[in-house]
């Protein structure tokens, strides 16, 4: 669904997501680095447990929020990637009631 033109000038760096390396090209965003090397899914819904991906690629939705290098809720599609980032998938939070001890 989504080819990268080719390469001039970029230069290529790499990152891990969920523990596998990813090679990018410098100034892609995380969002479109996974999207290029065919990873869609990039967190749950919490209350269905679907699979989400980046839909809106200028940071309204959320829906490509992600867990980057211990910090999580961040959205990809804002985000540049970095030289050795670790990227793991957005875990569900669980429901508010159990969050509030209700």
Do not use: W
Request: with cysteine; aromatic share 4%.
């Amino acid at each position: 669904m989504f080819q990268r033109l080719p390469n001039l000038i970029r230069k290529p760096i790499s990152f891990s997501f969920e523990g596998q390396e990813i090679e990018a090209l410098e100034g892609d965003t995380l969002a479109s680095a996974l999207l290029a090397v065919g990873v869609s899914s990039l967190r749950d819904a919490p209350v269905s447990g679907t699979a989400r991906a980046p839909y809106c690629m200028i940071g309204v939705c959320f829906e490509c929020s992600v867990e980057i290098d211990g910090v999580s809720h961040q959205q990809a599609c804002l985000i540049p990637v970095c030289q050795d980032m670790d990227v793991r998938r957005q875990q569900a939070e669980k429901e508010a009631g159990d969050a509030l001890g209700g």
